[in-house]
């Protein structure tokens, strides 16, 4: 019996461990575009806007760049917020939990019932679950301020930053863009 075309597949019983080592790899590689905090906290890369116009670019700009390090700064901001209210970070954690294993570490589509939910529907479920169960654990102004504060520490910082150094770095981060490295000068 020939089995051309076929993609063999493990039936080894590490099957959790494989699910673990998958998850932890796609992990790694979402962290991967994290920028290195000494680059984003650069003391010497601070200077005012010389307008709005400049501010706008500036956080257009690094938000493109530091995103990852912004959404861990928000999440951070939260998580401090949420550790006087210790049900709202249980819930806090589950809702991490089932983000993660329900959209951000999941190979193949979520099938239920014999029915593949597309990842717009699931992201939209995640959404709404995750605000009305915070929200019913009595710890919305807090919630609503830390979220405030965080887009504020990022909006502040993305505008003050400046960008001049980060085309390069960016080049090379991403490997060959196809435009020639004499456009950045």
């Known amino acids: 019996m020939t089995t051309y075309g076929t993609i063999p597949t493990s039936s080894k019983p590490g099957g959790s461990f494989d699910y673990l080592s998958r998850a932890k790899e796609r992990v790694r590689s ?25 501010a706008i670019g500036r956080i257009r700009t690094n938000f493109g760049f530091f995103r990852v390090n912004y959404a861990i700064v928000v999440l951070l901001i939260l998580f401090l917020s949420l550790l006087w209210h210790p049900i709202s970070m249980i819930v ?20 239920v019932f014999g029915r593949s939910i597309d990842d717009r ?9 995750t605000i009305v169960f915070l929200f019913l654990t009595h710890a919305t102004e807090n919630i609503l301020i830390a979220l405030l504060i965080g887009v504020v520490v990022v909006v502040v910082h993305a505008a003050f930053r400046k960008t001049e150094d980060l085309f390069g770095d960016e080049e090379e981060a991403a490997g060959t863009t196809g435009v020639p490295s004499s456009s950045y000068s």
Do not use: C, H, Q
């Not at 290195?36 to 116009?53: D, Q, V």
């Not at 529907?121 to 679950?129: G, R, W």
């Open 30 to 54: 979402g962290f991967s575009t994290r920028r290195p905090w000494k680059e984003m906290i650069n003391f010497r890369s601070l200077k005012l806007p010389t307008g709005f116009g400049d």
């Open 92 to 111: 806090f954690l589950v809702m991490m939990a089932a983000w993660l294993v329900l959209y951000f570490l999941r190979d193949e589509p979520l099938v």
């Open 121 to 129: 529907v699931v992201l939209i479920v995640l959404s709404v679950l």
